[in-house]
């Protein structure tokens, strides 16, 4: 088991998986108090993640229970229909990026991007930070990557090794962000960089987004067909 490995690719695809919160750090980034407003929200959707992550591994046996109808059906499905659904739904997923890109190409001064854009212009320090709160409590719905991480670490019996994963997985979640942050301090006393974060912070939006959906569902189409030609897919079933 290669843990740190693990970590870090499913930290990554977690970040890549929900890119809204880079691009509102982006936009934040474009504000009058750039690195105190976004750092703020950038230190209260950590704060959120981490905690989520600490308790969902506390209550990890009572989850287990409660999802077990569940995953006792799931894990009732052939390996042959499992791979075969993927296939189908990765290959429905990277055909409908045109129809993405279409539709936002037609939203054009209407994109919600845009309209944060203006919201973010007076937003202060505390109050990015409690939306930032917020914005990850809400996003937590859809953190699967997460849950299925905790999950595996908590059925390795990590001992306190597992606040140490945990962290790590964080770490690899934030980087993304951390990447932009460190751009912004070294272009930022750049002319017109402000500017420039908000006519590309919509554009860049759009190529994270289609570049996730793509590479994402090329994965998954390796991975079933590797099963359906030699028996062995690249990763385990993640239900």
């Known amino acids: 088991m290669n843990l740190p490995l693990i970590t870090l690719s499913t930290g990554l695809f977690d970040s890549f998986s929900t890119t809204f919160q880079i691009l509102i750090f ?30 969902m591994y506390s209550t990890m046996d009572q989850l287990a229970v409660l999802l077990k109808p569940f995953s006792d059906i799931l894990a009732s499905v052939p390996d042959s229909h499992y791979y075969r659904s993927q296939l189908i ?9 045109p129809l993405y890109v279409a539709l936002e190409k037609r939203s054009g001064e209407q994109s919600p991007l845009k309209r944060l854009s203006v919201l973010f212009a007076r937003i202060s320090p505390r109050g990015a930070f409690v939306f930032g709160m917020g914005f990850q409590m809400l996003n937590l719905a859809g953190s699967i990557p997460y849950f ?14 597992f606040a140490t994963a945990l962290l790590g997985y964080n770490l690899a979640y934030a980087l993304p962000t951390l990447v932009v ?27 994270i987004t289609v570049w ?28």
């Open 26 to 55: 982006i936009l934040l980034l474009a504000t009058a108090r750039p690195l105190a407003t976004a750092g703020s929200f950038f230190a209260g959707v950590t704060l959120v993640y981490c905690l989520a992550g600490f308790g």
């Open 89 to 97: 739904s990765s290959i429905v997923m990277i055909a409908v990026v």
């Open 148 to 161: 299925l991480y905790v999950q595996f670490i908590h059925s390795k019996d990590l001992g306190s090794g």
């Open 181 to 207: 942050a460190v751009i912004y301090l070294i272009y930022r006393h750049r002319e017109n960089i402000h500017e420039r974060l908000h006519l590309h912070a919509h554009r860049t939006n759009q190529q």
């Open 212 to 239: 996730s959906i793509v590479g994402f569902s090329l994965v998954l189409i390796v991975d079933s067909a590797l099963f359906f030609m030699r028996g062995t897919p690249l990763f385990h079933r993640f239900f």
